[in-house]
């Protein structure tokens, strides 16, 4: 279901003009407009989830295999040296617009970008802690 007031929603369903690379009846694929690299795009569901969390199974199903075909075809036309898949959940996580969407930055030598993270050292137990804590059995 889109959602009225959600801007991602209007892009995704054609309300709002795009420069789109896909579409298909699940997802647009659309240019962003402040891109992190040449290429950078976003893959909106069309059916609003406002991240990771509300978003159903079956959308999750067909988006890994669409952002390899994305990626695949990124790779082939844009010379690009590797990619980056983002993305946030929550704005502690980043995420400035409540409708999920997965970032595809292409990435090439000498870009600038820095999309990483600052390593911590957990002790071996408070691994074998949080190991405990979120192991799940099927």
């Not at 991602?8 to 240019?31: H, M, Q, R, S, W």
């Not at 669409?66 to 898949?85: P, R, V, W």
Request: overall charge negative; glycine content about 4%.
């Amino acid at each position: 279901m889109m959602k009225d007031d959600c801007i991602f929603c209007k892009l995704a369903n054609g309300i709002i003009p795009t420069n789109a690379i896909y579409e298909d009846d699940d997802f647009k694929v659309i240019l962003d407009l402040s891109p992190a690299t040449r290429g950078h795009a976003l893959i909106l569901p069309k059916e609003h989830a406002d991240n990771l969390f509300e978003l159903p199974d079956e959308t999750a199903k067909k988006l890994l295999p669409l952002a390899k075909k994305l990626a695949n075809n990124m790779a082939q036309k844009l010379q690009m040296d590797g990619l980056n898949l983002v993305q946030n959940n929550g704005e502690v996580a980043g995420q400035t617009v409540m409708h999920f969407h997965l970032h595809m930055i292409p990435r090439y030598k000498e870009d600038g970008q820095h999309i990483s993270w600052n390593p911590t050292s957990p002790s071996e137990q408070e691994l074998a802690d949080i190991r405990a804590l979120l192991a799940l059995t099927e």
